[in-house]
């Protein structure tokens, strides 16, 4: 039944009701430093944008979290991408300098003791030196002087290829082609002829130990099985390098 209000009645109002309506809550902004460091971060591949994705990144972390702006855990992404490609780039170094010295034209130290007085070994023979010694593989040879009778001279050095240690004579065809280069142009086979001695090419390998440490030097040598040879067999101003030509 309806029951009219009287004079001086308050009217309710109705529940839920603001007066006057008050804005929306400002919601708090991403950091634009988070946003790029983690774009830096993830274009850590290209080496150049690693600096300053680790530089946005630590000063996007001073401007977010709680009560700050968002984009905190953008940061810490950026951060993460950037030490996972800074690690990348660091072991990718190591490996290319590992194979500069597998490369190099000085052997490892490891790898090469000190000769008894009087020899050499792979790492501290050179073209020039005259030998007294067989055509094999060997741990360390007889030095001889040029001038006396002796069976081997050393006129030239080669790189070989990378890979497993040449066992028996799987080196041979290799060396036979880059000695015979060298030998072209080092020594003075002309003059060997007419004096009537007999020589044949060959070669001096690193033993297995070296071989497994890096040194890949191949030095090419010319042998007189009776000691024929009797001062140098080399043309004036050979080239003596290592490698050669």
């Known amino acids: ?10 009217i309710a109002q109705p529940y839920g009701y603001a007066y006057p309506p008050g804005p929306p809550p400002q919601r708090p902004k991403t950091s634009g430093l988070a946003i790029a460091a983690l774009v830096l971060g993830l274009a850590g591949c290209l080496l150049l944008p690693l600096l300053p994705a680790f530089i946005l990144g630590i000063m996007a972390l001073s401007q977010t979290g709680p009560g700050k702006q968002q984009g905190r855990g953008l940061a810490i992404g950026g951060l993460a991408a950037a030490a996972f490609w800074t690690i990348g780039w660091i072991a990718l170094a190591k490996n290319t300098m590992g194979d500069l010295d597998r490369h190099t034209a000085s052997p490892p130290s490891a790898s090469c003791a000190t000769p008894p007085a009087g020899h050499a070994n792979i790492c501290t023979l050179k073209p020039g030196d005259c030998l007294q010694q067989p055509m094999a593989a060997v741990t360390s040879v007889e030095l001889a002087v040029c001038e006396s009778p002796h069976t081997t001279e050393v006129f030239g050095a080669f790189t070989a290829a990378d890979g497993p240690w040449p066992s028996g004579g799987e080196m041979k065809a290799e060396a036979l082609e880059h000695c015979q280069r ?49 001062g140098s067999a080399l043309v004036p101003g050979a080239d003596l390098s290592i490698p050669t030509g």
């Open 1 to 10: 039944m309806y029951e009219p209000q009287g004079p001086g009645t308050p």
């Open 182 to 230: 060298i030998a072209a142009k080092n020594v003075d086979l002309p003059r060997l002829n007419a004096e009537g001695v007999y020589t044949t090419l060959g070669y001096l390998k690193p033993e297995r130990e070296p071989w497994e440490g890096g040194v890949r030097t191949i030095f090419c040598t010319i042998y007189s099985p009776d000691s024929q040879l009797t």
